[in-house]
């Protein structure tokens, strides 16, 4: 992909389970070229694949940092799950462009067999415009797992979907509390 095409950046690995992840950014004729070759040496082995020539900045934000940094203080919270991270890609995108919400976080492919999930917050009504628009593109691929709206998420929640995301970063019993 690099050698066909100079690409701004690009970052490849494994991810579970036994999936290959490629990742590569720049200017979108440069990206184009390298997706293109990528797709066709990969032929039948390609699960999935993304071009986003007009990438969303908060996308491109959470790709980098599996979260934005923003808080889930509004009322609602929109999550979408699916088999792909090209899928979850494509869903984020086409929801923070059909709404006015926070992409709160994505959690792509590591500790999550391969599948990919969107957080979106915001007022309910936009919650459920960009859920709907991010899980039909989605459902365009056959990726989609579920897609749901909370609406008053309890304040509890909240707090563990701000603090950590995985179930063992926020199960940790002090010695006095386990029991044998």
């Known amino acids: 992909m690099v050698k066909a095409s100079p690409v701004g950046s690009l970052y490849a690995g494994s991810v579970h ?18 997706m293109d070759v990528g797709r ?12 986003l020539p007009d990438v ?6 959470a790709i980098a940092a599996g ?7 509004e009322e609602a919270l929109g999550i979408i799950e699916t088999d792909t991270v090209s899928a979850v890609i494509r869903a984020a995108d086409a929801g923070v462009k059909a709404a006015a919400v926070t992409l709160s976080a994505i959690e792509m492919a590591d500790g999550l067999g391969g599948k990919g999930y969107v957080l979106f917050s915001g007022p309910v009504a ?19 797992v579920r897609d749901v709206v909370v609406a008053q998420l309890h ?11 995985t179930f063992a970063g926020r199960v940790m019993l002090r010695p006095q509390e386990r029991k044998a």
Request: proline fraction near 1%.
């Open 126 to 144: 936009e919650v459920e415009a960009a859920v709907e628009a991010g899980a039909d593109r989605a459902s365009g691929d056959a990726a989609l």
């Open 17 to 34: 389970p036994g999936r290959y992840l490629v990742l590569v950014s720049g200017d979108t004729a440069s990206v184009e070229i390298a």
């Open 40 to 51: 066709h040496i990969g032929e039948d082995d390609v699960l999935g694949w993304v071009f």
């Open 155 to 165: 304040a509890e929640m909240r707090h563990n979907l701000v603090s950590e995301l």
């Open 56 to 61: 969303h900045r908060t996308v491109a934000t």
């Open 67 to 73: 979260r934005t940094g923003a808080d889930i203080e």
